[in-house]
Structure formats: structure tokens, C-alpha cells
């Protein structure tokens, strides 16, 4: 499988590069076109004034058909794309799965107790190591 690698910010929904112990990820989603017209990309709405996007909306807009689909069930239609290095094997690996995000139990290095977070799970392809890319904590 060769995934394909967005040529510019304005193409992903969300990017992200983590380290997970020895191992890394770098985790991306394309935004798709809208499931209305199947015309629009769809986007943050942007600023009337502006123009410029707005990052922190909490939903995305059809630019063509003014569709308007709340941000989290949006984002969960989509596919994540993750390169990795597993932490545990060393495997090189890549892999798509749904970008709908699970309630994991973590255990936070910085409170150093259990946490429950937003993350999107998958699984080494050679050692079957659940492997865990949390949503950013603020
Ligand atoms: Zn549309
Ligand atoms: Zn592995």
C-alpha cells in the first residue's frame, strides 16, 4: 500500500506527527468532497471579511451548496492515513482506518494516573501492537 501524501496544508482535515516511546507517527486526513453535491470540498467556513478560513469553527461548510456539517460528525466520516514506526518492533508500516476517534484509557505521564482521551486506534501490521494517536490535549 503506498499512501498518498498531502502536497499542501489545505488539503487535510488534520495533520499530526507524534512520538510514541521509541517509535513515531505521522497521522493525516483529507478532507472529502461533500456528501450534498459531491461538488465542494468541504471546509471551515471562512470569514466573510477575510476570507481566511475560520480554524476554530465547530463545523464544516460545503463552499458550493452552503451544506453545513457539525465538525465531529463530519471529521468521523473520515479516513486517517498513519505512517509509522512501531515502538515496540521497529516495523516501518502504513495503514488507513477510520478517523473516528475512541475513548482510550491512557495513563499520563504528567499526572501520573489513568486518563480517558480522544484517540484514534490501530494496530502494528507485523506485531499487532495496539498502537494509540490521541487527539491534541490542551
Ligand atoms: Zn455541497
Ligand atoms: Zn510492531
Redesign the pocket.
Known amino acids: 500500500m503506498a499512501l498518498k501524501f498531502p502536497s499542501n496544508m489545505d488539503e487535510c482535515a488534520y495533520f499530526t506527527r507524534r512520538t510514541m516511546g521509541q517509535g513515531n507517527a505521522v497521522t493525516w486526513v483529507f478532507k472529502e468532497t461533500c456528501p450534498k453535491c459531491k461538488k465542494g470540498t468541504m471546509g471551515k467556513p471562512r470569514d466573510p471579511k477575510t476570507g481566511k478560513p475560520k480554524i476554530r469553527a465547530k463545523e464544516y461548510e460545503c463552499p458550493e451548496c452552503g451544506n453545513v456539517v457539525e465538525k465531529e460528525a463530519y471529521e468521523d466520516t473520515l479516513t486517517a492515513n498513519i505512517q509509522y514506526n512501531?515502538p515496540?518492533?521497529k516495523?516501518s508500516g502504513e495503514t488507513q482506518v477510520p478517523f473516528a476517534r475512541k475513548k482510550v484509557q491512557l495513563f499520563d505521564e504528567e499526572k501520573q494516573k489513568k486518563v480517558s482521551a480522544d484517540a484514534v486506534v490501530f494496530f502494528?501490521s507485523?506485531?499487532k501492537?495496539r498502537l494509540v494517536i490521541t487527539k491534541k490535549m490542551k
Open positions: 512501531c515496540k518492533c516495523n502494528c507485523k506485531c501492537e
